[in-house]
T-cell receptor, first 112, second 113 residues
Framework: AQSVAQPEDQVNVAEGNPLTVKCTYS??????LFWYVQYPNRGLQFLLK??????LVKGSYGFEAEFNKSQTSFHLKKPSALVSDSALYFC??????????FGQGTELSVKP | DADVTQTPRNRITKTGKRIMLECSQT?????MYWYRQDPGLGLRLIYY???????NKGEISDGYSVSRQAQAKFSLSLESAIPNQTALYFC????????????FGDGTRLSIL
């Protein structure tokens, strides 16, 4: 069965420090992986995806993610966090014609 | 204007009432989805439609029904609302290529008393 796990409910980071939001997955076949961000009172916004190729993918707002097949992970990263990055982040895997399975979400809090 | 529009944005109602949540899109996508979001559970798929004549149950369809009125419109109904259906509901669209992201509306916050 396909599944996605985000092991941390909350991540706290100081502004200017690097941030990592973790995601692990379990899928049969090649994984199509996505990261979305949700700001208060808004829908999910697409950040980046891994389909194939380079294991380091770059996305919107300076975010990047590293795909690691052996560890079945797809961690979201940013070299220098901003207060405005504070939001809820979701990892998701695509299967069966485009349906998504989401992780539980990680609340990122960036303090000045 | 938003590409995916959900109405209403907020709704408070009573147990046993029939509720309809509406979604319309200008993306021109054939595929549309309804999810519910609960704290700590992420988003779970309720129903999805790959075209006007193709509607499928998702992970948690019990207590819900849907109608795909046109390519651009996909509505979700709660025939007899119950308190544990209190949640944030999202509509999303996508094209046929599963490597492409889904596009989400801003959600409907539904409270059932």
């Amino acid at each position: 069965a396909q599944s996605v796990a985000q092991p941390e409910d909350q991540v706290n980071v100081a502004e200017g420090n690097p941030l990592t939001v973790k995601c692990t997955y379990s899928v049969s076949g090649n994984p199509y992986l996505f990261w979305y961000v949700q700001y208060p009172n808004r829908g999910l916004q697409f950040l980046l995806k891994y389909i194939t190729g380079d294991n380091l993918v770059k996305g919107s707002y300076g975010f990047e993610a590293e795909f690691n097949k052996s560890q079945t992970s797809f961690h979201l990263k940013k070299p220098s966090a901003l207060v405005s990055d504070s939001a809820l982040y979701f990892c998701a895997v695509s299967f069966q014609g485009g349906k998504l399975i989401f992780g539980q979400g990680t609340e990122l809090s960036v303090k000045p | 204007d938003a590409d995916v529009t959900q109405t209403p944005r907020n709704r408070i109602t009573k147990t046993g009432k029939r509720i309809m949540l509406e979604c319309s899109q200008t993306k021109g996508h054939d595929r549309m989805y309804w999810y519910r979001q609960d704290p700590g559970l992420g988003l779970r798929l309720i129903y999805y439609s790959f075209d006007v004549k193709d509607i499928n149950k998702g992970e948690i369809s019990d207590g819900y029904s849907v109608s795909r009125q046109a390519q651009a419109k996909f509505s979700l109904s709660l025939e007899s609302a119950i308190p544990n259906q209190t949640a944030l509901y999202f509509c999303a669209t996508s094209d046929e290529d599963r490597t492409q992201p889904q596009h989400f509306g801003d959600g409907t916050r539904l409270s059932i008393l």
